[in-house]
């Protein structure tokens, strides 16, 4: 088990009774896999298991009894303890998909559907494992790979890749496509990059037969050429022939390792300050919240309240699409859908102390299932770590030379995903001012293909000899459930708020310097995108609360962040895909088991089914009085969906492994307290830090000096007025001189040597 802070606190569980939200154990996936196959056991029939994980209680069950336990009172009623299987029920070589819902205490099956053949859901280890298989056992790849003449020590690797999505006159089973690349294994390094060698052929196989349809092979010209792939040639093609390195491993670099770069240690001396209980309840400063774990989602945050108020009822990553912008067929297809294709948590890593997570860190794991039903434990998915982020809060008063600073601390819930060749950093982070932020970094290695010698393209960039890294997007959904200070579903209301301009008139803006905040409440599902230029903020509140200070409703804000949004063309299966990448801002209707920005089933889909598209059309509203309803819609409380994205063109310094590319968007108390709730931070100095000298060692007088001198230097900038504070102390009102005995400033006696009685 890795070490952790001896003083962070893990506690038994939080209340009397087992929490819903509690993880899922050995046990109950076992009971829930036996209760499938009990129900569906006949003659000739195999079970093939996808996932099995726990079915979140409905929402008003569930909101009863946190309210209840918030209120430190016995809830009257707990939610059945469900947990969902999606498994392949497999009959005479035909498999079809089903999702059972297990009450795991009655042993009991709740709620079953089988699923249309077109519906295909992400793939599995064990099923990206048979497509190396089946291609290493292909006569159809042998041949195509004897089309190349590889370097001697050369081996091949293949990085299995959804299908994507069917063009129109496509109607095709379960597939799989690879990319192709060789490793330099003369290095004797299994970890030596393989990216830098990719070969211009795509095998693509039929999981129904467990064999290879066809390869697609790639037009590797550059500007000007064909769209479409060269003919095969009479003889075999040399290929990586610059004998030129790609490696990224520190043993295998062609450059020394920096040896200036000095330790810095993160410490906790006195321990850390949060604690967390076996039911995966957090709790850090004021903070309250519990961290779930899907195979789709990987971390979600339940719950979060702050000094027992609650803020958000699921905060939660949805999706994101990676749309490739190489029209060269088959690229139309190369566009994955991390979490609905492949599945973040499936991905999530085994996080490493000291190297992903730093300081005082406490892990958390999650039981998944084998495709046999049998449990596994996937470890250390996700950390938690306190961690410094500047300065909080500062105020210097000149005219006493006091300043008061604090830290802003943060309390960070992150997991890491590799997919093939990208990673993906997730991170939330709550803060001691109540803010939470939300953030994702991109690195790993970009995905390239061939490309002739010498040649340049109009599709991405090449960052190696004979590798081109295709200009792509990454296309992100955040799903904000909020529960400003109330559990009821009618308290939270969504309104868009802008900032503009009064146009200069004589009644209300005379001198033209006025401007105006404009309000306008979502009264209804709809769509919307970032506007800088206004300071459009979604402000997330309680309609029947109000600020004691303001007189505002209490509420909580973000600023949706004007990224670029899909590229794709609005007729492209692109585009059609993955409608919630064309708007930054989506407000739908709640409904329980909605999770999905772009629907439930991505993989090799020819258009959203059940995204946020879906759910704006179907019409929702949030008012008791609508100016308009559907018949499909109903009275629902508002769901907000932050869509954010990267535009990758690639560039050399992106090679062969890239910097960290990070975004954030920031969720802010708007009249939700009283004062800055972060006044009662202390503000202890850090006796840790240490001055550093210059000039080959000999301190100089400029570093060594600090706020706590007293010598008589640096009189300008410590007087009030260089700080536009004022010239000198404060005056008793009865004390203010009148008629003839008035006299100026001490500071402007000086400055035009005015004495009294001239």
């Known amino acids: 088990m890795p070490k952790m802070s001896p003083e962070l606190k893990l506690t038994s569980e939080s209340s009397p009774l087992p929490h819903p939200l509690r993880p899922l154990t050995n046990e109950e996936l076992l009971r829930a896999r036996d209760i499938v196959i009990k129900t569906h056991k006949d003659d000739g029939v195999a079970f093939f298991f996808r996932s099995i994980y726990v079915d979140e209680p409905k929402r008003d069950g569930l909101a009863q009894f946190l309210a209840a336990e918030h209120a430190g009172e016995t809830p009257k009623t707990t939610p059945p303890r469900l947990v969902k299987v999606l498994f392949d029920h497999v009959k005479a070589g035909v498999a079809s998909l089903c999702e059972d819902v297990v009450d795991v205490a009655a042993g009991e099956v709740r709620r079953s559907k089988t699923f249309p053949a077109y519906c295909q859901t992400s793939y599995t280890a064990a099923e990206f494992g048979m497509f190396y298989d089946s291609c290493m056992a292909s006569d159809m790849f042998k041949e195509a790979m004897d089309e190349f003449s590889l370097p001697e020590g050369f081996t091949i690797t293949i990085d299995p890749w959804p299908y994507g999505g069917l063009d129109r006159d496509e109607d095709v089973p379960r597939y799989m496509q690879g990319l192709v690349y060789a490793r330099n294994a003369s290095n004797k390094n299994p970890d030596s990059n393989h990216y830098g060698y990719p070969l211009p052929i795509i095998p693509v196989m039929d999981f129904a037969t467990k064999e290879l349809i066809r390869i697609d092979r790639l037009a590797t010209g550059g500007i000007g050429d064909s769209l479409y792939p060269s003919p095969k040639a009479d003889k075999p093609k040399k290929v990586f022939g610059h004998g030129k390195s790609a490696e990224y491993l520190p043993e295998l670099l062609d450059r020394p390792l920096r040896t200036d770069v000095k330790p810095i240690d993160i410490t906790q001396p006195e321990g850390a300050s949060f604690q967390v209980h076996s039911d995966n309840l957090v709790e850090w400063q004021k903070w309250r919240f519990r961290v779930g774990f899907t195979p789709r989602e990987g971390a979600v945050l339940h719950d979060v309240c702050y000094e027992g108020r609650p803020v958000l009822y699921r905060l939660s990553f949805s999706e994101m699409t990676v749309p490739y912008g190489d029209p060269r067929p088959p690229f139309q297809r190369k566009q994955a859908f991390d979490f ?166 004589p009644e209300t803006n005379p001198f033209g310097n006025g401007y105006e905040v404009l309000r306008q409440k979502v009264e209804s599902a709809m769509y919307a995108d970032a506007e800088p230029r206004l300071n459009r903020v979604v402000k997330m509140e309680n309609v029947n609360k109000k600020n004691p200070i303001s007189g505002k409703n209490v509420g909580y804000k973000f600023a949706p962040n004007p990224t670029q949004l899909m590229l794709a063309d609005e007729n492209s299966t692109q585009a059609a895909r993955a409608p919630f990448a064309k708007h930054h801002l989506w407000v739908t209707g709640y409904r329980d088991e909605e999770l999905w920005a772009a629907g439930e089933f991505t993989n090799q889909s020819k258009k959203e089914e059940g995204g946020v598209k879906a759910m704006v059309q179907r019409g929702d509203w949030f008012v008791d009085e609508p100016v308009t309803t559907s018949e499909k819609g109903k009275r629902s409380s508002p769901v907000v969906w932050n869509v954010f994205g990267l535009t990758h063109n690639p560039r050399v310094e992106d090679w062969p492994v890239m910097p960290v590319e990070i975004h954030q968007f920031h969720i802010r108390p708007a009249d939700f307290f009283t004062s800055n709730p972060a006044l009662d931070m202390p503000g202890r100095k850090n006796e840790t830090s240490t001055l550093v000298s210059c000039c080959n060692g000999n301190a100089s007088r400029d570093s060594l000096r600090t706020d706590s001198d007293n010598s008589n230097s640096g009189c300008v900038q410590a007087n009030p007025v260089t700080h536009m504070q004022g010239a000198a102390a404060d005056v008793d009102p009865k004390d203010l001189p009148r008629g003839e005995n008035r006299r100026h400033s001490s500071t402007l006696s000086r400055l035009f040597g005015w004495k009294s009685g001239k």
């Open 340 to 505: 609905g294709d492949g599945g973040i948590g499936r991905a999530a890593n085994n996080l490493k102390l000291g190297c992903d997570c730093l300081g005082a860190i406490h892990y958390m794991s999650a039981v998944v299932t084998t495709p046999e039903g049998t449990p596994d434990v996937a470890k250390n998915v996700v950390c938690m770590h306190e961690q410094d982020n500047g300065i909080g809060w500062k105020h210097t008063n000149f005219r006493t030379n006091r300043a008061v600073v604090t830290r802003l601390r943060e309390f960070v819930i992150q997991f890491v995903a590799t997919l093939a060749n990208y990673e993906y950093v997730f991170a939330y982070k709550l803060d001691t001012a109540g803010g939470i932020s939300v953030e994702t970094r991109a690195t790993g290695i970009v995905s390239v293909v061939p490309i002739d010698d010498g040649k340049v393209s109009n599709y991405g960039n090449v960052v190696f000899p004979g590798v081109l890294a295709q200009n792509h997007q990454h296309l992100f959904a955040v799903r904000i459930d909020p529960s400003i200070d109330s559990y009821s579903s009618s308290d939270t209301a969504v309104v868009l708020e802008e900032t503009h301009p009064i146009p200069m008139n």
